[in-house]
């Protein structure tokens, strides 16, 4: 079996009495996209950032194709291509000045005219960094991680502050790499991009990973219920909700009841009849098919957007 | 074409001189500042003899190459407060090549200002002799590295733009006032003098006054270049050594014993100056050479000098 492009164990990072990373271990295979998943704080960019050689781990080891990050030098850098959670250059650096400059520093280069091409940049070629918008602005970043045509590319919160017209245009971006199996490693906080794009997600919450799979197999191990989250006008008792017809699971999230059914029809109908009885009203409902969001929540008791 | 040091540091060299040229503050300062001052020094203290303007040209030229001094230092700290070096540290480059480009860049961007005010004291200013022109060129490719290494010395042990402001300022008002580029060390007291003998622009600004004024002695300008050179190496190195990619990245406390190292050249050169004399001796000779108004024929004139005063 050929050993993993990517190699994690054991790894810790701290800043002060921060554990920004406690004790993270996962392996990624080439030509995988693989997603980090969680909130924000939850040690994702520590990780990315250990493995692009830019940080010390404190403890545990860790290997992109085969070199250690820290101690590999210039050989590492060779092989790897990367967007930082932000990117900046120089405001007075032109877009094409900016890719030829960066692939001048590689042994392997790409064409730099066919990534302005491809990243749809072209007309911009000329223009100031500073003149870019949001999304050309992480284009770019995206065309700069690729000037080297390398082994593995790191996209850390790629989209993050995007509006959803560029998001999607940076998905289909990430959706291409992975059909020419180039090995990603992606972490976001966006459920739809982990569920889009990723081979397999792995959860981390609090600096550790707490589930790892394709995104079907988490979702599948999330009892396969749809979520069920209602406002009412008074607040209800717990028991009684958790006791409803076809309700599997239950939780509360601030002001929000949570019901997961197994039968969504039935518990609807066994919900409202118990608020007629108990004299109480619904405010909202609204109804989520499983998704990665339901794993988390049912992993931490929390939104990744908490 | 594999990728090394050398191409890389050429290839960062290209876009900051490009990045320069597109800075009108930076054309501003490097370009019309010392012309500015060239203007108002020979009007000031320009008359009675032609090779007042040499001197002054000297002083002027210094001013021009310690100048690398503040905007590579703002522009390092700047592109660290702003994330920039953090993409850069992404890429197979060493702190050297991102350091030597700062350096490469600020010479070839020094060379084309230097002779242009040359050409303006020659032609506009009509100054007597175009002085010992490789004798200037050394000095200016050799002092514009120098003082490049003190500001890239100066961007690795300040943590934010005010910082580096302030040290600036400091540093600048030094090497300004007491080193002979501005006010002639010909009239500070003698103790003044003793000091300014540490400043590494004295090295500089006698220098290019020297060769200027076309008054250069063989072994004193050794000891001129030989006090910027060696300072150039050990500032590199030091720079090289404490350089931060990261901006949250604080300066180690060894940092700050590393820049008093800098100096120390300096200190060396200083102990033997003030021991031998000879410079301060070389600063009254070419003063009285200066101030005498046939000071033009006794130096060696280009053939189609013609001053007209």
Redesign the interface.
């Known amino acids: 079996m050929p050993e993993p492009i990517i190699q994690v164990e054991g790894l810790y990072k701290s800043y002060g009495a921060v554990e920004a990373v406690r004790g993270l271990s996962f392996a990624v295979e080439e030509g995988e996209v693989f997603g980090l998943l969680g909130p924000n704080g939850a040690g994702k960019t520590s990780t990315v950032e250990i493995l692009?050689g830019?940080r010390t781990p404190d403890r545990g080891t860790a290997r992109v194709c085969g070199l250690d990050p820290e101690k590999s030098?210039?050989a590492f850098?060779?092989t790897?291509g990367?967007v930082?959670q932000?990117?900046?250059?120089?405001d007075?650096?032109k877009v094409k000045?900016a890719l030829d400059?960066?692939a001048?520093?590689?042994?392997d280069r790409a064409n730099t005219e066919a990534l302005l091409k491809r990243f749809q940049l072209e007309e911009k070629r000329d223009a100031f960094y500073k003149d870019l918008s949001g999304g050309q602005k992480q284009r770019l970043a995206l065309a700069?991680a690729l000037v080297n045509n390398p082994k593995v590319v790191f996209l850390d919160e790629p989209t993050a502050g995007l509006d959803p017209q560029v998001r999607r245009e940076i998905y289909d971006i990430i959706e291409e790499l992975r059909r020419e199996k180039k090995t990603v490693l992606l972490t976001t906080h966006y459920i739809e991009e982990a569920e889009r794009l990723c081979d397999r997600v792995a959860i981390v919450d609090h600096g550790k990973i707490i589930k790892t799979g394709t995104p079907r197999e988490l979702k599948q191990s999330s009892a396969g219920t749809t979520r069920i989250e209602v406002r009412l006008a008074r607040p209800a008792a717990e028991a009684a909700l958790r006791g409803l017809d076809g309700v599997s699971d239950f939780r509360t999230m601030g002001d929000v009841y949570v019901l997961y059914a197994s039968r969504a029809p039935q518990a609807i109908v066994s919900l409202v009849k118990h608020l007629e009885a108990d004299n109480n009203e619904l405010q909202s409902m609204e109804m989520y098919s499983p998704s990665l969001e339901d794993v988390f929540i049912e992993l931490t008791g929390r939104r990744l957007r908490e | 074409m594999?990728?090394n040091p050398v191409?890389?540091t050429w290839?960062?060299t290209k876009?900051r001189i490009?990045?320069a040229m597109?800075?009108k503050m930076f054309l501003f300062f490097s370009l019309l500042m010392p012309l500015i001052f060239l203007f108002l020094f020979v009007m000031l203290w320009g008359k009675g003899s032609p090779m007042k303007i040499n001197f002054i040209l000297g002083g002027v030229l210094t001013l021009t190459v310690m100048g690398g001094f503040w905007g590579l230092s703002v522009q390092l700290v700047s592109?660290r407060e702003?994330?920039?070096l953090?993409?850069f540290?992404?890429?197979?480059?060493?702190s050297g090549p991102m350091l030597a480009s700062s350096i490469v860049a600020n010479f070839i961007l020094v060379v084309p200002f230097v002779f242009f005010e040359m050409v303006v004291a020659k032609f506009i200013l009509h100054m007597a002799v175009w002085g010992n022109v490789p004798a200037i060129f050394f000095l200016v490719m050799v002092g514009s590295a120098t003082f490049s290494a003190f500001g890239l010395v100066v961007a690795s042990v300040t943590n934010t733009m005010q910082e580096t402001q302030i040290i600036n300022q400091l540093i600048w008002m030094v090497f300004l006032f007491l080193s002979g580029a501005t006010i002639p060390l010909a009239v500070f007291p003698d103790w003044i003098k003793r000091i300014t003998l540490f400043s590494p622009a004295t090295y500089l600004a006698v220098g290019l006054q020297s060769a200027a004024t076309d008054q250069v002695v063989g072994a004193e300008f050794v000891t001129e270049a030989v006090a910027l050179v060696l300072g150039l190496l050990v500032a590199f190195e030091i720079s090289r050594r404490i350089f931060r990619w990261?901006p949250e990245a604080k300066v180690p406390t060894s940092a700050k014993v590393w820049v008093l190292a800098a100096l120390i050249p300096f200190v060396i050169f200083g102990a033997y100056e003030n021991y031998s004399g000879k410079m301060l001796k070389r600063v009254g000779t070419m003063m009285s050479f200066i101030d005498r108004p046939s000071g033009a024929a006794a130096a060696k004139p280009a053939p189609d000098s013609q001053p007209d005063r």
């Open positions: 692009e830019m030098g210039s850098k060779q790897i990367a930082l932000s990117t900046a250059l120089p007075k650096l000045e400059l960066f001048s520093f590689y042994k700069m | 594999a990728s191409s890389n290839s960062l876009i490009r990045l597109r800075n592109f702003q994330g920039i953090r993409r540290r992404l890429a197979p480059l060493g990261e």
